[in-house]
T-cell receptor
Framework: DTAVSQTPKYLVTQMGNDKSIKCEQN?????MYWYKQDSKKFLKIMFS???????INETVPNRFSPKSPDKAHLNLHINSLELGDSAVYFC???????????FGDGTRLSIL | AQKITQTQPGMFVQEKEAVTLDCTYD???????LFWYKQPSSGEMIFLIY??????QNATEGRYSLNFQKARKSANLVISASQLGDSAMYFC????????????FGKGTRLSVIA
């Protein structure tokens, strides 16, 4: 059973398009995250949600809009895609305390 | 200032040897957690080991151990008996505070295990 699943795994699209990435976790965790990994492999937090509430928004352009319909899902919608949005996007989840964050397998977004 | 510093962009190790990957951190929060993740070429992020700031003993998980030196603010990962499958990117990360705060990652170390 996959703990954190993201779809799609690969996303190739043109500049200016709108796209969504879906994330679901079956671990019963309260908190979910979106991270962006750039071409140099650097990982940085974008958003954090706790029980469907936005907790952290790390100066991400408002073209990026996360949506959490329930605490098991955190989707990421991106409007007007730009070349600089090309990256791998990771969804993760965790429970309070010493538990590690569990990551999805990532979505590789390529903008043509 | 960087919160997590990994000074080794790349490392080579002979199969069956031990290797230490360096990580130093910077925080003023007395409660924090340190994590190591492995990212193989297939791209997924695999959790390896965790050390809490109040833990008295160094964490160990199988062939992985964490050399935690609190006064020096270092949390080095030691991999014993390296295997070819250990070749990957390794990331050190920190969670500040006791709650569910996001991880801050270092830039990673690419480990190559040589037969």
């Amino acid at each position: 059973d996959t703990a954190v699943s993201q779809t799609p795994k690969y996303l190739v699209t043109q500049m200016g398009n709108d796209k969504s990435i879906k994330c679901e976790q079956n671990l019963g965790h309260d908190t979910m995250y979106w991270y962006k990994q750039d071409s140099k492999k650097f990982l940085k937090i974008m958003f954090s949600y706790n029980n469907k509430e936005l907790i952290i928004n790390e100066t991400v352009p408002n073209r990026f809009s996360p949506k959490s319909p329930d605490k098991a899902h955190l989707n990421l919608h991106i409007n007007s895609l730009e070349l600089g949005d090309s990256a791998v996007y990771f969804c993760a989840s965790s429970q309070i305390g010493a538990q590690p964050q569990h990551f999805g397998d990532g979505t590789r977004l390529s903008i043509l | 200032a960087q919160k997590i510093t990994q000074t080794q962009p790349g490392m080579f190790v002979q199969e069956k040897e031990a290797v230490t990957l360096d990580c130093t951190y910077d925080t003023s929060d007395p409660s924090y957690g340190l994590f190591w993740y492995k990212q193989p070429s297939s791209g997924e992020m695999i959790f390896l080991i965790y050390q809490g700031s109040y833990d008295q003993q160094n964490a160990t998980e199988g062939r992985y151990s964490l050399n935690f030196q609190k006064a020096r603010k270092s949390a080095n990962l030691v991999i014993s008996a390296s295997q070819l499958g250990d070749s990957a990117m390794y990331f050190c990360a920190m969670r500040e505070g006791p709650g569910n705060t996001p991880l801050v990652f270092g830039k990673g170390t690419r480990l190559s295990v040589i037969a």
